[in-house]
């Protein structure tokens, strides 16, 4: 199966121009081959849909689920990329769109990430994108948004299978001004984004056998719990000199939440940082001063051998928060799919030992600067 992976991969992406992911690498291309991000108004719920003239685009939920020694995260990404291929080519296989899908399981009472991940060009059987709503399908996965506002996941993996329903009473979080995100010092830097702190979940979630857990029961269990949605498209992604980011979104238990990023150079220094802290009324946190990033400790991965901050200090609106994660080992293996290894770990938020919040940290470029 690895090898059949792997040879998917390859026939995948040799039709397929190089695409740096790097906006530095990239000077010019957005501007003549794809559109621009400039500041406009998201109109819902079209923009929940998919935006295929843009070069890539994300929707990604993560959560907690359940309580105590029988509690979990999740992650489920979907990815859009739009390659250079000729738009002349008639062919229904012609690598126009890009589809790639990754979901895992961070079960500490188990110690293991479960994780798994599929690719495929939209437009061939069973890989999809609606643009007049989130309707993302690929290989027996999807993801969608009902009328009524659910969103629905299944995902059927050679090692567990997640069904999934979430809702949020609360209005899509417009980041940055109005959904327009910097991700730089300029426009050229920008990305269009919002969120969807706050969902209630109720989630059923069957591990499955294999050879080396024999132990492991097949039965479904139905677990509860919150989690947070973001979607976001880009035409480019990182400033000069930039290798990667490190971003963090948290459902406070007093029914806010907090999210921040920082775009971080070879050396992990801060190039650009934002934050946005809002209460349950939605209330914005004043934020003229920046979020301070401080890595605390070390965690180096049996796989990649890459080395990765343990957790971190944030310094918000004057306060001293811990991010502490759920499990050491949540790296992931994406070289079947987008490439390389990254960081994508359930975190709780402390301060002074007291519990604040629970959500997802991600953590990219600390091997290689990001590339796809």
């Given amino acids: 199966m690895r090898r059949r992976a792997w040879l998917k991969r390859i026939l995948l992406l040799a039709s397929v121009p190089s695409l740096p992911f790097s906006a530095a690498q990239a000077d010019g291309v957005a501007g003549s081959f794809y559109p621009e991000v400039f500041p406009r108004k998201l109109v819902f719920p079209q923009d929940f849909g998919a935006h295929p003239e843009y070069r890539t685009e994300w929707w990604y939920m993560t959560g907690w689920l359940s309580e105590g020694a029988d509690k979990l995260g999740f992650q489920v990404t979907f990815f859009r990329s739009r390659t250079q291929h000729p738009e002349s080519n008639p062919s229904r296989f012609a690598p126009r769109q890009l589809l790639f899908a990754h979901a895992a399981l961070a079960i500490p009472s188990m110690g293991q990430l479960l994780h798994a991940e599929l690719a495929g060009r939209a437009g061939s059987a069973g890989a999809s994108f609606g643009s007049a709503d989130t309707a993302l399908a690929l290989s027996g996965w999807s993801l969608r948004r009902t009328e009524n506002d659910h969103y629905k ?10 069904e999934l329903d979430a809702l949020t009473p609360l209005a899509p979080v417009l980041r940055g001004d109005d959904g327009f995100s910097l991700k730089g010092p300029t426009s050229q830097f920008a990305s269009y984004y919002y969120s969807r702190p ?54 406070l238990l007093d029914g806010g939440s907090l999210m921040a990023f920082r775009m971080r150079n070879a050396a992990n220094a801060t190039l650009f940082t934002e934050w946005d802290w809002r209460d349950s009324s939605g209330q914005v946190t004043d934020k003229r001063q920046d979020v301070g990033w401080q890595a605390v400790g070390q965690w180096r991965s049996p796989r990649s051998l890459v080395t990765y901050p343990e957790g971190f200090q944030l310094r918000v609106a004057g306060r001293t928060l811990t991010l502490r994660p759920l499990m050491a ?29 629970r959500g997802y940290l991600e953590l990219t470029g600390y091997g290689a600067p990001v590339a796809l």
């Fill in 153 to 162: 996941i299944l995902i059927s993996a050679e090692q567990f299978t997640l």
């Fill in 329 to 357: 080992d949540q790296e992931v293996n994406a070289q079947a799919s987008t490439g390389g290894f990254y960081y994508e770990g359930a975190v709780e938020l402390t301060e002074g030992g007291k519990l604040l919040g």
């Fill in 198 to 251: 706050q969902l209630n979940v109720s989630a059923k979630v069957t591990l499955k056998k294999s050879s080396d857990s024999r132990s492991r029961a097949e039965q479904p269990l139905s677990l509860a719990g919150a989690a947070w949605f973001d979607h976001e498209w880009s035409s480019s992604l990182l400033m000069a000199g930039a290798v990667g980011w490190d971003w963090v979104g948290i459902n």
